[in-house]
């Protein structure tokens, strides 16, 4: 490849590298391939997801040039949209809960976003993120509420641009994509467009230890039993963007095993990665596994390790943590 320029800053948006991972690969004799999506502007999937949704609130006529856009975020959705806010003229005021890493706040405090920080509380609780973004959108004149688990922009980002990136980098030639939910807008989106491509193609969720989803797909019930450390993913209820989301199987997997594969990643492939890319690359492996040597796979890396420095990269932190 020749050396790109792009129009725009949003212009950086997707189109992101399909990395082939050697040691999942040779593990398990498949090829183990991830997209990169920590290449975004906003180094995670999220800027995906926030370009969509902001493109899709201006074409509906909904949100008005100087106009704000407010959610609730796990941290990469509100990075995603305050570098899309800040690249269009807009004022964004995002809700996270004060579990988050120290790094996802110093970003969006840098990006300029006003930073609203909750206490963790279940989403039956109105102090939720979530619930608070929709308040605060609700009593800001020409703000719009960006909605990202119930808004089905989300998911059209991946249809069109996730789904159809990893058809056209493979070739056509894909026996099988993983990856884990936290709007789930990833793997509903990427799982529908592959599917509307080849039928064929087995669409796997990888649930965090004890998130509810994994009994949802195996057996109908949704029920959080855990929590898992990995920030971003782990849903509990059937957001919009799920529904219909063609999931043939599903594996549940443990912080301390994701969390092998974000350092077998950073040791021997150089890759500095957050918990839900490993926890993702470790479903992968179990997808592997399933269908049998020679298969083809592909998973996302969702966002860079370098979010985690004071976390998950932190041998004390991991110590606290239990992770090894
Ligand atoms: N990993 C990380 C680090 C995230 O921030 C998110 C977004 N919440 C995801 C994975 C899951 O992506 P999605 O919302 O598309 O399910």
Not at 60 to 82: C, E, K, M, Q, S
Not at 161 to 187: L, N, S, Y
Not at 296 to 318: N, V
Request: hydrophobic share 40%; glycine share 12%.
């Amino acid at each position: 490849m020749g050396m790109v320029t792009t129009p725009d800053t949003l212009a950086l948006i997707g189109n992101t590298p399909l990395v082939r991972l050697r040691g999942p690969s040779e593990e398990t004799g498949c090829d183990i391939f991830a997209k990169c999506e920590f290449t975004n502007p906003g180094a995670s999937v999220k800027d995906r997801a926030a370009l969509f949704i902001v493109e899709d609130a201006e074409e509906r006529g909904t949100l008005r040039p100087g106009g704000t856009i407010v959610d609730g975020t796990a941290g990469n959705t509100g990075i995603g949209l305050a570098l899309v806010a800040n690249a269009k003229g807009y004022r964004t005021i995002i809700v996270m809960p004060e579990t988050q890493s120290r790094e996802k706040m110093d970003t969006l405090r840098a990006l300029g976003a006003e930073l609203v920080l909750v206490p963790a509380a279940p989403y039956s609780s109105p102090c939720h993120f979530v619930h608070t973004s929709r308040r605060i959108a609700e009593e800001t004149p020409g703000a719009i509420w960006a909605d990202q688990f119930d808004n089905t922009a989300n998911r059209r980002a991946h249809i069109m641009g996730t789904a159809e990136e990893i058809w056209a980098q493979m070739e056509g030639r894909i026996d099988g994509f993983t990856c884990a939910a936290g709007t789930g807008g990833t793997i509903a989106g990427v799982g529908l467009g592959l599917k509307a491509k080849d039928e064929g193609v087995c669409i796997a969720l990888t649930d965090p230890d004890g998130a509810a989803l994994y009994d949802y797909y195996a057996h109908g019930e949704l029920k959080a039993t855990g929590s898992s450390v990995a920030e971003g993913i782990g849903q509990g209820r059937i957001t919009a963007n799920l529904e219909g989301a063609p999931i043939d199987t599903q594996f549940r997997v443990s912080d301390v095993e994701g969390y092998g594969w974000v350092r077998r990643l950073l040791d021997e492939e150089g890759l500095c990665l957050g918990l839900s890319s490993g926890i993702n690359v470790a479903g992968a492996v179990r997808l592997a596994r399933q269908l049998g040597p020679g298969k083809r796979i592909a998973t996302i890396l969702c966002d860079t390790g370098f979010r985690y420095l004071s976390t998950l990269h932190d041998p004390a932190w991991r110590a606290a943590k239990r992770l090894g």
